[in-house]
């Protein structure tokens, strides 16, 4: 894969204007009952309420909406386990083209659901004996898409950062974001609109326990590969980080916190309950490494971006209520 160009604050900014009117400026929330037991100030960016009920609206559509218009009449394809899958499935039926989406057999039943219902043509893969990446490039050449990558591209990185870039337009300057990683792209796009806005921000990634390639990764100075993590975090399932994401946030990130799927659950009890919010285990993990005091140096001012809430409520009953 050729070098991307570095990713801009002023990327995140058109992919901004792009999204102006098409994604939704998801609210910030606040709890002094939070605040207290973290012993910060917190601002969370619920982009559980994004379309498609996560943040993955933002890259995928940023994304296909500068294809050119011969291959939008041809169409676009995606891999992933579940939100990027909508979030391109919804982006293509938006922009008038067709999508063909490779997402693994043991997907959220929920996010299967959700992506066929935006449209798309749904092809099944086995996440832990099969290459996603390379079976997503083949499915892209055979059919004449364009493939969409979940992180792994300029245009998806840049969207994803506008989430951090609506955060910090609210609040004001803050002394630390918390991000969740999966492959890099969130993390990547929202530090590089943090950092270009306030040099001092310290960025601080988190991932479940299980699945710690980033910060394996960001130690060794090089991308390293893990086995694929069997974790409720299905989200944050990977084994390496993005090859165009990691350059970035080996740059930009300061931390990588790791969290349990039983911190994981309570903050997604925490979430439910008193910020009356349905998270997904990886939308609930940089709120479980608060409240698990997984962050040191915890600053004063500390921004989180929940990333999603696709969950459905078998799953989130299973797990929150047992």
Do not use: C, W
């Not at 039983?262 to 903050?267: D, N, S």
């Amino acid at each position: 894969m050729a070098a991307a160009p570095p990713l801009t604050l002023a990327d995140v900014r058109e992919a901004a204007a792009r999204l102006e009117g098409v994604a939704h400026r998801t609210p910030v929330l606040t709890s002094r009952t939070l605040d207290s037991l973290v012993g910060a100030e917190v601002f969370i960016k619920a982009e559980n309420f994004q379309r498609v009920g996560a943040f993955k609206f933002r890259g995928a559509y940023n994304a296909v909406a500068q294809l050119p218009p011969e291959q939008l009449a041809k169409g676009v394809a995606a891999y992933s386990s579940g939100n990027h899958a909508q979030a391109t499935a919804l982006a293509a039926r938006e922009l008038g083209t067709r999508a063909v989406i490779l997402m693994p057999e043991d997907a959220p039943r929920s996010k299967r659901e959700a992506t066929a219902g935006y449209g798309a043509e749904i092809v099944t893969y086995d996440r832990y004996t099969e290459d996603r990446t390379a079976l997503g490039h083949a499915l892209a050449e055979d059919r004449g898409l364009a493939l969409i990558p979940p992180y792994d591209h300029p245009h998806v990185m840049a969207g994803q950062g506008t989430a951090a870039l609506e955060l910090l337009e609210e609040t004001g300057p803050l002394d630390a974001l918390v991000v969740p990683v999966g492959g890099g792209g969130l993390i990547a796009g929202s530090a590089t609109a943090a950092t270009a806005l306030h040099p001092g921000i310290r960025i601080v990634g988190v991932e479940p326990e299980a699945g710690d390639d980033t910060r394996r990764s960001l130690a060794a100075g090089a991308r390293v590969t893990v086995p694929v993590p069997r974790t409720i975090a299905d989200g944050q399932a990977l084994a390496t980080p993005g090859e165009l994401t990691f350059p970035v946030n080996q740059r930009l990130v300061d931390a990588i916190a790791l969290v349990t799927d039983a911190e994981i659950v309570t903050a997604m009890r925490f979430a439910f309950e008193r910020l009356k919010i349905v998270l997904e285990p990886s939308g609930a993990t940089p709120l479980a490494a608060l409240l698990a005091g997984r962050v040191d140096r915890l600053p004063r001012r500390i921004g989180v971006i929940a990333s999603g809430g696709n969950i459905d409520t078998d799953r989130f009953t299973a797990l929150v209520g047992g």
